[in-house]
């Protein structure tokens, strides 16, 4: 994200970024001119909306959400609250995002299921965090918990990493409920290829604006960034479920 903001202060004198209307993916690939302009700032739009703060327009990217005036002069990168209704705008604009991308997902998860399941939480992991292995290491307390865990993949050090590689072979082991708790206990893993979603979960993690793991993404969409024992997260999702 430093890469991008120190682009925008190259780019910013340049012509506007974004359309002055509103968008949708095949009227972004018809503009060119829209397109470069983006990618000079290291993104990659893919749907404008109108956002729910009047005159602004929401627009989604590889690198998760920014919003932009309605004239395409200026991006902006930020947290925004409603105060009158008490929403953070942020998080119920990318609930919905989260939700179907996750779902597209699920056939390619790594689960845990829990026998008296009672929710679902997608993971996003890294074999090498230690609150990612941590997190493994109780992975018995949140199946005790009715709480089945679905892992993506998101390799922290990106697509040339080692850790990549790794969960590749995890992604590809015949045993992949194995494969994973060997190396999040720190052995080495069988090397295996195969054609995998490792890379298209890394991507989507990163469309949510994920930077570190482990990442949870509830049943509603929300997104809890870091580790939460199960107890804690339990009681969060029996809270959410009463809503």
């Not at 890394?202 to 870091?226: C, K, W």
Request: glycine share 8%; with cysteine; aromatic share 6%.
């Amino acid at each position: 994200m430093k890469r991008i903001i120190a682009a925008l202060c190259l780019a910013l004198p340049a012509a506007p970024i974004v359309a002055a209307t509103t968008a949708v993916p095949a009227a972004l690939q018809a503009d060119q001119q829209l397109q470069q302009r983006m990618a000079e700032l290291g993104l990659k739009p893919t749907s404008v909306a109108n956002a729910p703060v009047p005159g602004l327009l929401q627009v989604f990217t590889d690198r998760g959400l920014f919003f932009a005036s309605s004239d395409g002069q200026y991006l902006i990168q930020g947290e925004v609250f409603d105060l009158k209704n008490k929403v953070h705008v942020n998080e119920e604009v990318m609930k919905p995002m989260r939700l179907a991308g996750v779902n597209k997902m699920t056939p390619s998860a790594i689960e845990f299921k829990a026998k008296n399941e009672k929710f679902v939480v997608t993971v996003f992991t890294d074999t090498d965090c230690g609150y990612c292995r941590k997190l493994h290491s109780e992975m018995q307390d949140y199946l005790d918990a009715g709480i089945s865990i679905h892992y993506l993949a998101y390799p922290r050090g990106g697509e040339n990493s080692q850790t990549f590689s790794t969960l590749e072979s995890i992604w590809c082991s015949k045993d992949k409920q194995g494969a994973m708790t060997k190396a999040k206990g720190g052995s080495d893993v069988s090397v295996a290829k195969c054609d995998n979603n490792v890379a298209a979960q890394y991507h989507l993690g990163q469309s949510f604006g994920i930077n570190g793991t482990p990442a949870m993404v509830l049943p509603d969409g929300s997104l809890i960034p870091g580790y939460q024992p199960a107890a804690a997260l339990a009681a969060a999702l029996t809270q959410l479920a009463k809503r």
